[in-house]
């Protein structure tokens, strides 16, 4: 074995002894039944919250857009990848958005990693909730900006942390998501809003797992009473809209500044063409029935009700355990009861949160959703 080999495997020897390691595992996936290891879980674990994935209407719109344009974009959207899906797309996520602009990127990693480096630079600041999606931190990093992070949704820090440093900054970042991935709560983007609009400073909200779900379906700025002061708005489709790409809605003025500095977007070849028109049609089938993007939530309120765990205030609900170990073998227990429930453990999430993350779905039974709820009340989290 040479020297790469070897620094592999003591790396993967230090995973397996913390019960970190993991591992890739085979999954046909239905509306909400998965296949794996030979055999059918119904899953809690994917975040199709609508059951886009496999609409017909969406797969037919798909299949329609690789007729008329093809498999693949060919090239990066500034060369010739830009087919005339994309402006419709961006089109409708704007109006959605209630924004000037939008602009479509490869996945919401891409996004993240393109917008952030785009906006801020060397002598700025990225202001980070604790709590972040790897992917802010990501593009926090690739910016080289300074980055200081306030405690998970607690504004008071976060206008202290500016108070101290937005005086030595030309440009401060704040950003969060809108509704955390492995927490399943808000954060309180109208207050954020304010308080960086105060610090002339510029909010960035991760919406990934907002939009489609939150606020009508309009996401997590739309969320409160009011709507929030959100600039950037960032998201991904590839949840509750159940493909794949990501997305900034913006001013024109930021947009345009993306197709002309944000390198994931430039050095990186466009959306294929079936996957915009997926998109498209996943937002005419929200747009047409908010009831429908309400349901999500509601099946998750159901089930921390009966499981007699704090309200889900979005179709993310976390049950945390602690160690890596605790997590796996709930996930194990609940498998054998027919459920599939991922354990989520660190550095996804801060060491000792192990923890499964469920995620309700419209289609999900209400009479799976209650025996699911009695089995994590009588023997997970008892
Ligand atoms: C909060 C958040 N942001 C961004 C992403 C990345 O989006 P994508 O899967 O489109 O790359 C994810 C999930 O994957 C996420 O949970």
């Known amino acids: 074995m040479d020297s790469l ?4 495997a003591a790396k993967l020897t230090a995973l397996d002894r913390a019960g970190l390691r993991r591992g890739l595992v085979a999954t046909a996936r239905g509306a909400l039944h998965v296949e794996r290891n030979g055999r059918r879980l119904l899953s809690f674990s994917c975040n199709d919250y609508l059951n886009l994935t496999q609409h017909p209407a969406i797969k037919a719109a798909a299949i329609a857009a690789i007729e008329r344009f093809g498999v693949g974009s060919g090239a990066s959207r500034l060369v010739t990848g830009n087919h005339p899906l994309h402006g419709e797309l961006e089109a409708r996520l704007a109006r959605l958005k209630d924004t000037e602009a939008a602009c479509v990127f490869g996945s919401g990693f891409l996004a993240n990693t393109g917008i952030i480096p785009a ?3 060397t002598d700025d600041l990225v202001l980070l909730d604790e709590l972040s999606h790897a992917c802010l931190w990501a593009g926090a990093r690739l910016s080289r900006a300074a980055t200081l992070t306030y405690r998970h949704n607690d504004v008071g820090h976060a206008a202290d942390l500016l108070r101290a440093h937005r005086g030595r900054h030309p440009r401060v970042l704040v950003a969060t998501d809108g509704v955390f991935s492995m927490d399943g709560d808000l954060a309180p983007l109208v207050e954020l809003g304010r308080l960086a609009r105060e610090h002339d400073a510029w909010l960035l909200s991760d919406d990934a797992h907002g939009i489609g779900v939150v606020g009508g ?5 739309f969320a409160g009473a009011v709507p929030a002061d959100v600039p950037l708005q960032m998201g991904t489709l590839s949840k509750a809209i159940g493909g794949y ?4 809605c913006a001013a024109r003025p930021v947009v345009d500044l993306m197709i002309n500095r944000a390198r994931t977007l430039i050095y990186s ?5 079936a996957t915009v028109a997926a998109a498209i049609a996943a937002l005419d089938l929200i747009g047409r029935d908010p009831a429908y993007a309400a349901r999500p939530l509601a099946k998750a309120k159901a089930f921390t009700r009966r499981a007699q765990l704090p309200e889900a205030q979005s179709p993310i609900v976390p049950i945390v355990l602690g160690s890596a170990q605790a997590a796996l073998a709930a996930s194990r227990r609940l498998e054998d009861e027919g459920f599939l429930v991922v354990a989520i453990r660190p550095p996804t999430v801060p060491e000792g949160t192990a923890r499964l993350r469920l995620a309700f779905t419209a289609a999900h039974p209400d009479d799976e959703i209650e025996r699911l709820a009695d089995l994590v009340r009588e023997r997970v989290h008892a």
């Open 5 to 8: 080999d070897d620094f592999a």
């Open 245 to 248: 790409g990501g997305y900034l």
């Open 217 to 221: 379906g309009r996401g997590s700025t």
């Open 119 to 121: 906006l801020v630079g």
């Open 269 to 273: 070849t466009g959306l294929p063409p």
